[in-house]
């Protein structure tokens, strides 16, 4: 459509678009984003919706690696709102990986070693040493594990808007600068986007309460209880 003239801006996904629009002759323009990525997990799906499956991810990949393949330029994150939005956290410099108690959560977990695929979207940023580092990580944990590299538009359509996926890398970000347009899109029962496949009535209903709520200092304070009800469940 962007070629026909149809449409008139068009997003960048990957580097590899960005060098052919621009060897085309169009003229591209960056613009920094406040993001959170994340290691999406099918919480309808096992082993990932068993909570202490989800435990032994969290304590078993270490946050500070995965940091340094992107030289240090990045910081761990506090919250699922980025920094900066009402509600969020300001990053943080410590990891919660400990590998004796991520072993400990997976021994006690329902996982019995089936194969799980962990996608990445082509593309992104030093993609190979990011393969090679899921890969490790879990292999050390214990956890028998696939990482597979594909095509975003792919993936989004075949696993990810049918719900068919274990688990997949991304980054969430908005299109308006609010609570609001991250955590009803992503962790909304039943939203197209919803990430993680994550259902949960209890949720729901904050999220409507902080998006109706006129009072910023009420708002802060459900988006904080939204925050821990979210890390609580890994």
Do not use: C, H
């Not at 994150?77 to 990053?91: E, K, M, Q």
């Amino acid at each position: 459509l962007f070629l026909k003239g149809e449409i008139d801006i068009l997003p960048f996904f990957n580097a590899n678009e960005e060098r052919l629009f621009s060897k085309l002759g169009y003229r591209i323009k960056k613009q920094e984003q406040n993001t959170t990525w994340l290691l999406a997990l099918n919480n309808q799906k096992a082993p990932f919706n068993d909570m202490k499956f989800r435990k032994a991810l969290l304590y078993g990949i270490d946050q500070n690696k995965y940091i340094e393949l992107f030289g240090n330029k990045n910081a761990i994150a506090n919250s699922y709102l980025p920094y900066g939005i009402i509600g969020s956290l300001p990053p943080t410099i410590n990891s919660r990986y400990d590998l004796k108690l991520a072993k400990k959560y997976l021994n006690l977990s329902s996982y019995r070693g089936k194969k799980i695929i962990i996608e990445l979207p082509k593309g992104i940023y030093n993609i190979q040493f990011q393969k090679k580092y899921f890969e490790e990580q879990l292999s050390n944990l214990g956890i028998n594990a696939e990482v597979r590299i594909q095509e975003f538009t792919t993936l989004w359509a075949n696993q990810i808007v049918t719900k068919n996926f274990d688990a997949y890398l991304l980054y969430i970000v908005s299109s308006y600068p609010d609570p609001d347009g991250f955590l009803d899109a992503y962790f909304r029962s039943n939203r197209v986007f919803n990430i993680s496949n994550y259902q949960n009535n209890v949720m729901d209903q904050l999220i409507i309460q902080g998006r109706e709520s006129i009072s910023n200092l009420e708002r802060v304070k459900i988006y904080r209880n939204i925050e821990s009800k979210l890390k609580n469940e890994a």
